[in-house]
T-cell receptor
């Protein structure tokens, strides 16, 4: 089965602290993964994707094939980072059911 | 470009009734996917339509069905509603163009409450 898992339901940190939201995947072949974010009262939106290798709002995510992980990291959390974060596989075109992670709620305290 | 729109935004139905939800994708997007979002289960994939054909289907009972029209607009139908169907139903569109790795753009969702 092709799936991603997010082991943490909630992550609570103080402003300025480093943040790491965990995502593990089980895939055959070379995976493509995404992080989506949902801020309060806003729609779900793309934060970043593996293939772009970019940093968005200070967040980065590196694919580690040895550990089958795609953890989302930010060195210094800001209060506006408080949101729900989902790790997600791509649409498969029918070869498997794309299963989002259950989401991690990040709360950044002042 | 206008974003993905979903109607209605809120619905209250009674157990046993049926409901139809509508989704208009971003202009030019041919792939439309539907998800059920609940606090306990997160986002669960319902199905994906591409060029009026169902391309993929999640593990939901047959009460959940959908279709896509020639203008890429999509509808989702749930028959014989159960209390457990109460959820936020999200629609997402993707430009695809044969690339399943394209970003998905999500709508605001339809909040369905079954009483």
């Amino acid at each position: 089965a092709q799936r991603v898992t997010q082991p943490e339901k909630l992550l609570s940190v103080f402003k300025g602290a480093p943040v790491e939201l965990k995502c593990n995947y089980s895939y055959s072949g070379s995976p493509e993964l995404f992080w989506y974010v949902q801020y309060s009262r806003q729609r779900l939106q793309l934060l970043l994707r593996h293939i772009s290798r970019e940093s968005i709002k200070g967040f980065t995510a590196d694919l580690n094939k040895g550990e089958t992980s795609f953890h989302l990291k930010k060195p210094f959390a800001q209060e506006e980072d408080s949101a729900m974060y989902y790790c997600a596989p791509p649409l498969s075109g029918g070869s498997y059911i794309p299963t989002f992670g259950r989401g991690t709620s990040l709360i950044v305290h002042p | 470009k206008a974003g993905v729109t979903q109607t209605p935004r809120y619905l209250i139905k009674t157990r046993g009734q049926q409901v139809t939800l509508s989704c208009s994708p971003i202009s030019g997007h041919r792939s439309v996917s539907w998800y059920q979002q609940t606090p306990g289960q997160g986002l669960q994939f319902l199905f994906e339509y591409f060029s009026e054909t169902q391309r993929n289907k999640g593990n939901f009972p047959g009460r959940f069905s959908g279709r896509q029209f020639s203008n890429s607009r999509s509808e989702m139908n749930v028959s014989t509603l159960e209390l457990g169907d109460s959820a936020l139903y999200l629609c997402a569109s993707s430009s695809d163009r044969g690339n399943p790795w394209a970003e998905q753009y999500f709508g605001p969702g339809t909040r369905l409450t079954v009483t």
